[in-house]
């Protein structure tokens, strides 16, 4: 296939950044995807995936948990777990990465640093202290995740009543 250069301005390119993942997508491969709907390239275990929503709690949490559940339940990373929420609620993986990051006022890096850390207790206490109110969700949803009976991937959709 013939490529042809052309230029953009920050703000496009910018923008193109919110829609691709790093290390996989090209300009070229986002434009594409964006112009004419052409998918990603799919993980291995793509379509075997369980999606969860969370209801009753702030969006922000409700997509914290969505994205540590893509992790741990999934295998996925956490940049592909990102842009898997964010394609299921229909917005940007800087949406979502916005959750986790601006919320808790950490980088990516510090994310990154808390999620590989086995059970999560410095992450759970940074939710706690954000989300005061949600202590106790919060304490069941990593309770959950730990466990094997924790949830059920046949019904995925999970209110505050499901959790306590």
């Known amino acids: 296939m013939t490529m042809h250069r ?3 301005d920050d703000k496009v390119w910018n923008h193109l950044k919110n829609f ?3 290390f996989i997508d090209t300009p070229n491969s986002v ?8 998918p990603k390239k799919k993980s291995p275990n793509a ?7 969370i209801k009753g709690v702030p969006n922000a949490l409700s997509q ?3 994205v540590l559940f893509e992790m741990e339940i999934n295998g996925l990373s956490r940049i ?7 394609k299921a609620k229909g917005t940007t993986p800087k949406t979502v990465r916005e959750k986790y990051c601006n919320q808790l006022n950490k980088k990516a890096s510090e994310i990154d640093r808390l999620f590989n850390k086995p059970g999560y207790e410095e992450f759970k206490q940074l939710l ?8 106790d969700i919060i304490e069941i949803f990593f ?8 949830f059920d991937k046949k019904d995925p959709d999970l209110s505050l009543e499901s959790l306590i």
């Open 128 to 135: 706690k202290d954000k989300f005061v109110v949600q202590k």
């Open 6 to 8: 052309i230029e953009i």
């Open 143 to 150: 309770e959950s995740l730990a466990s094997d009976e924790g």
């Open 80 to 86: 592909q777990a990102t842009n898997w929420v964010a």
């Open 47 to 53: 379509g075997q995936k369980t999606c969860i929503t």
């Open 64 to 66: 914290i948990f969505e």
């Open 31 to 38: 434009l594409s995807r964006l112009l004419f709907g052409q």
């Open 20 to 22: 691709a993942e790093p």
